[in-house]
Nanobody
């Protein structure tokens, strides 16, 4: 099993940047895709971005394309989400998750139920 630790959230003004980190322990990311999801109060959890360890393919929700960048550092067993040009509507609790590649397809990369392992959330608040 893999344990995930998310960090890096905080309070930032609109237009600012934050970098979230998702560190794995107990296993490497070699067999997993790693996704970032977020949940705002009163809203359903939504996929933000994910990365495949198989070929490095990255995926982004339309709402964050051009502003967020997902990357991985295999030596540190950590996946990052660089968030630039933040907007108040980005305010949410952000979660990282790992899903076995065999359970995921391109069409389901943002399907949260496909991900087996979840980190605790980290709060991101963007003020206007």
């Amino acid at each position: 099993d893999v344990q995930l630790q998310a960090s890096g959230g905080g309070l930032v003004q609109a237009g600012g940047s934050l970098r979230l980190s998702c560190a794995a322990s107990g296993s490497t990311f070699d067999d997993y895709a790693v996704g970032w999801f977020r949940q705002a109060p009163g809203k359903e959890r939504e996929g933000v971005s994910c990365i495949s360890s198989r070929d490095g393919s990255t995926y982004y929700a339309d709402s964050v394309k051009g502003r967020f960048t997902i990357s991985s550092d295999n030596a540190k067993n950590t996946v990052y989400l660089q968030m630039n040009s933040l907007k108040p509507e980005d305010t949410a609790v952000y979660y990282c998750a790992a899903g076995t590649h065999n359970r995921l397809t391109v069409a389901t990369m943002f399907a949260s139920f496909k991900y087996e392992y979840w980190g605790q959330g980290t709060q991101v608040t963007v003020s206007s």
